[in-house]
């Protein structure tokens, strides 16, 4: 199975930047779309960005469009997810997960905390 590592989490404060890093173990990421999913307190996991194999589009939920930024950065194969002007609405835990087919996300890694404090 695919292994994923997320790292980059913390607190911040509104307005600020976050960059969140997925990264992998003994399997190339190109070969997977890679997605992005949060979890606030008391409410489902929701969408926020994907990136397709091999970098070739993206795409990210209304709630984020224009904020945040989804990139590949192949020789350390990883994937970043790059917020900025985050709200406090952002705060939640994020994911990262892979699929090998479009929407169909069968590898999960663990769960970073963002806080984003008014």
């Known amino acids: 199975q695919v292994q994923l590592v997320v790292s980059g989490g913390g607190l911040v404060q509104a307005g600020g930047s976050l960059r969140l890093s997925c990264a992998a173990s003994?399997?190339?990421?190109?070969?997977?779309?890679m997605g992005w999913f949060r979890q606030a307190p008391g409410k489902e996991r929701e969408f926020v960005a994907v990136?397709?194999?091999?970098?070739?589009?993206?795409d990210y939920a209304d709630s984020v469009k224009g904020r945040f930024t989804n990139s590949r950065d192949s020789a350390k194969n990883t994937v970043n997810l790059q917020m900025n002007s985050l709200k406090p609405e952002d705060t939640a835990v994020y994911y990262c997960?892979?699929?090998?087919?479009?929407?169909?996300?069968?590898?999960w890694g663990q769960g970073t905390q963002v806080t984003v404090s008014s």
């Open positions: 003994g399997r190339t990421l190109s070969t997977y779309h």
């Open positions: 997960a892979a699929a090998l087919k479009y929407h169909v996300y069968n590898y």
């Open positions: 990136i397709t194999k091999s970098g070739g589009s993206t």
